[in-house]
């Protein structure tokens, strides 16, 4: 079994849609949790991180669900630019030191 | 300000090769990564330092994979007799401490070198 598992998708949304996607991860120690977004071709980049009362920013809005060790985003008035892979991350030490735990990432495609 | 660099940004060999990928981190930052990446799946760990010692090398699949960083700063990651199922991109990381625990220490990563073993 993964550590941590999303549905790779292709998600396919249009303009203005909502769209959410959930992860979730084996091990019970993890301490902190995040999404990274990936373009196609280039490095991942930190979108947001995930706290246990749920955090938004702007269209953005993340959950941490620590008894069913889920985690989500969900992306509401999805732009074309928003079109690339999302990856859950999980770390099992607080804070984003040391090793990352990366599901195998979300596509989502935004069509016109 | 200059990101994490790496060279080269491809790079082809043949099986039972050596190679050297490099990392240049962003200046100052004392904590730098190795990742992997196949077609298709997340980013996987490799590798961590802190400063100029291996904090956790946990991620490195066998004895052929070695990673330096001699003077804290420029990482090298070694791969011996490389072999096919060696092929992906590979990721480097780096962020300002790597000890705080705190959620603002973010890990950046650079561009990545893409390995083909033929």
């Known amino acids: 079994r993964k550590e941590v598992e999303q549905d790779p998708g292709p998600f396919n949304v249009p303009e203005g849609a909502t769209v959410a996607f959930n992860c979730t991860y084996s091990?019970?120690?993890?301490?902190?949790f995040f999404w990274y977004r990936q373009d196609c071709r280039k490095e991942p980049k930190l979108l947001m991180s995930?706290?246990?009362s749920g955090n938004e920013d702007g269209r953005f809005t993340a959950q941490l669900n620590r008894a069913s060790q889920y985690i989500s985003l969900l992306i509401r008035d999805s732009k074309l630019s928003d079109s690339a892979t999302y990856l859950c991350?999980?770390?099992?030490?607080?804070?984003?030191?040391?090793?990352?735990?990366f599901g195998q990432g979300t596509t989502l495609q935004v069509k016109p | 300000g200059a990101g994490v660099s790496q060279t080269p940004s491809n790079k082809v060999t043949e099986k039972g090769k050596y190679v050297e990928l490099r990392c240049d981190p962003i200046?100052?930052?004392?904590?730098l990564y190795w990742y992997r990446q196949s077609l298709g799946q997340g980013p996987e760990f490799l590798i961590y330092?802190?400063?100029?010692?291996?904090?956790?090398d946990s991620g490195l699949p066998n004895d052929r994979f070695f990673a330096v960083r001699p003077e804290g700063s420029v990482s090298t990651l070694k791969i011996q007799r490389t072999e096919r199922g060696d092929s992906a991109v590979y990721l480097c990381?780096?962020?300002?401490?790597?000890?705080?625990?705190?959620?603002?220490?973010?890990?950046?990563f650079g561009p990545g070198t893409r390995l083909t073993v033929l």
């Open positions: 995930v706290y246990s």
């Open positions: 091990n019970s120690a993890s301490q902190s």
């Open positions: 330092f802190q400063g100029t010692g291996a904090a956790d």
């Open positions: 990381a780096s962020s300002s401490s790597g000890t705080s625990g705190s959620s603002a220490d973010t890990q950046y």
């Open positions: 991350v999980v770390n099992i030490r607080g804070g984003n030191t040391g090793k990352l735990i």
């Open positions: 200046s100052g930052h004392t904590a």
